[in-house]
């Protein structure tokens, strides 16, 4: 009998070390870790990736909504704002305009700003943006053109301010630039509540007929580049009370006929073309320019994905390399992580591609998709 | 005197006897009760004024084709409405109407119209005339998703919304969910400076 008893706890005891080599039945929730520069959101269908590109990994993810276009990550508050629109039936019903409050350790929705006017729920990074730390700008068109300004440290809305003809929202100080349809770049001033203080607007310096520039924009440190459909690349940047814009260089000059050091031509490159959902990107640390490039087209193809990445240094303005996809690859989005030794980052018709970005040399794919590309700091 | 101001005292001296001479000829042939009469029968008529059957576009859930604008009637036409090819989607972002249950001119059942539209102007090649394309999307369902189409001729940044087709054009609907886009003809492209 005591054999017998002894046998059965000896059976009993083994089984539970047999099963402590197994999952728990029910899973635990993970937080997502310290995000570094080389952290960044790509945003694909309704969710927002946070992928480590360094490690290349992703770490976590966000519930956007369908018409939310872009994040904004602000850093030292810990969190990424977003805004969506909620119809009660998906696509139909009672609609709720809000401002969302995401925060990064746990991935996790944490306030709610309802928003007065209904977002444009469309394009690309410029359509929301973090100035000077405080408020969240989000550009409107109803059709009439409009931005809304949120306070994010006292969580309200403070307002709208009417913009006609001009669009995206480009913080630099305490304000923000845009470009508008009579081709010059509008910047407008803050007061400390959030309020317009003053408006101001660069001379004209492109015809929106003939060569407009794309609403994307890039910051450069002291102000934005703007980027014309034809390829002439332009700075915008606050002098005094005015708007001043650098000369325009061009990203394909002329190469017919051209050669090298040694008496080469260079292969003609005229017919190649900018485009892209997120045509070029820029460095200022590490002073390079990343462009997506097509053959062929006119100006209606400046969203058309490229085949090519062009490379300039920022010091001579000269291209340094070609970097051609493979196969029927295509290339829609290019971003640079910040530092002074960026990764280049590109966005395919096959996934995420991490480059190397003074060489192009191909370090790893990640397995996401999407169409935006975003650093977190 | 000029000329001009000669012809403006000549205007108002004949516009003055007129009056005097109406306003005679009324009061010597209708009594006071007479003339508060048809007074009031005018103004209470002008009530029915509004349920008259008048084009309500914003009102509208299908969006006829305004082909008598600039005298666009009976257009000769050639191709496959269901094909990113034909003619009128020369300035095309989206899914065609065609292949959801819609026309180029009618959204599909179900959906709304916007009322405002982005515009291209496109080659007819049955006749070789140019036409003045208006692209209205359908709004309030989920994408349709058949026959994707993106020719985007005459595209241009969000900035310049009349030839912007990046815009979510579901103004005037009560949703802004994105549907499929129609192409209707709105007059002759020769005779418009919207290219």
């Known amino acids: 009998m005591l054999q017998r008893k ?60 369908r018409f939310s276009p872009a994040v904004r990550p602000h850093m030292t508050q810990g969190k990424i704002y977003t805004y969506g629109s909620y119809y009660k039936r998906d696509v139909y019903g009672d609609l709720e305009n809000v401002l969302i409050s995401f925060d990064i350790e746990t991935a996790s929705p944490v306030g709610e700003i309802p928003l ?106 002291a102000g934005w580049m703007f980027v014309s459909l034809e390829g002439l690349v332009y700075e915008a940047t606050l002098n005094g009370g005015g708007v001043e814009i650098s000369e325009g260089w061009t990203l394909n000059p002329e190469t017919n006929g051209t050669k090298d050091v040694n008496g080469v031509e260079f292969a003609r490159d005229d017919s190649w073309r900018i485009g892209g959902r997120q045509a070029f990107t820029y460095s200022a640390e590490a002073g390079l320019m990343m462009t997506v490039m097509h053959e062929g087209g006119g100006q209606e193809t400046f969203e058309k994905p490229g085949k090519e990445v062009w490379a300039f240094n920022m010091t001579t303005k000269n291209r340094g390399y070609r970097l051609k996809m493979e196969g029927d690859q295509t290339v829609s989005a290019v971003q640079l992580t910040p530092g002074n030794d960026p990764l280049l980052l590109l966005m395919t018709s096959t996934g995420l591609q991490v480059h190397d970005a003074s060489t192009g040399r191909k370090i790893r794919d990640i397995n996401v998709s999407g169409n935006l590309i975003q650093n977190l700091f | 005197m000029s000329d001009r101001e000669q012809l403006i005292q000549q205007l108002l001296k004949d516009l003055d006897a007129r009056t005097t001479g109406a306003i005679r000829f009324l009061a010597g042939h209708t009594s006071r009760r007479s003339f508060l009469g048809k007074l009031g029968v005018f103004m209470a008529g002008m009530g029915a004024f509004p349920v008259l059957p008048v ?14 604008v600039n005298g666009v009637a009976d257009i000769v036409e050639m191709g496959d409405p269901q094909q990113c090819e034909y003619w009128r989607y020369c300035g095309m972002s989206g899914t065609l109407c065609t292949c959801c249950g819609g026309s180029n001119t009618q959204c599909p059942a179900g959906s709304q119209t916007a009322t405002v539209a982005w515009v291209g102007t496109c080659h007819n090649p049955a006749d070789g005339r140019d036409y003045l394309i208006s692209y209205n999307d359908c709004c309030g369902k989920s994408s349709c998703g058949s026959c994707g189409c993106s020719r985007s001729e005459g595209d241009k940044p969000v900035y310049f919304p009349s030839k912007s087709n990046s815009i979510l054009w579901c103004f005037g609907s009560t949703s802004h969910a994105y549907h499929c886009t129609l192409a209707l003809v709105i007059g002759h492209g020769d005779s418009n400076s919207m290219r």
């Open chain 2, 55 to 68: 084009l309500r576009e914003a009102n509208a859930q299908n969006v006829t084709p305004r082909q008598q």
């Open chain 1, 6 to 65: 002894l046998l059965v706890l000896g059976l009993m005891l083994s089984c539970g070390a047999a099963n402590a080599q197994w999952d728990r039945i029910v899973g635990s929730v993970t937080s997502i870790g310290e995000p570094t520069e080389r952290w960044v959101s790509i945003r694909g269908g309704n969710t927002a990736y946070l992928v480590d590109v360094e490690e290349g990994e992703v770490k976590g993810t966000l519930p956007l909504s």
């Open chain 1, 116 to 221: 007065p006017v209904l977002p444009a729920g469309i394009g690309h990074s410029g359509m929301i943006a973090l100035i000077d730390e405080r408020f969240v700008g989000i550009w409107n068109i109803t059709p009439a053109m409009s931005v809304t300004i949120v306070d994010v440290i006292n969580n309200v809305a403070v307002g709208e301010i009417a913009t006609p003809g001009c669009a995206a929202v480009y913080p630099l100080g305490r304000g923000f630039m845009m470009p508008c349809g009579d081709g010059t770049i509008q910047y407008i001033t803050l007061s400390d509540t959030g309020t317009e203080v003053s408006r101001a607007r660069s001379p004209a310096f492109f015809d929106v007929m003939a060569d407009p520039v794309f609403d994307y924009a890039v910051p450069t440190g």
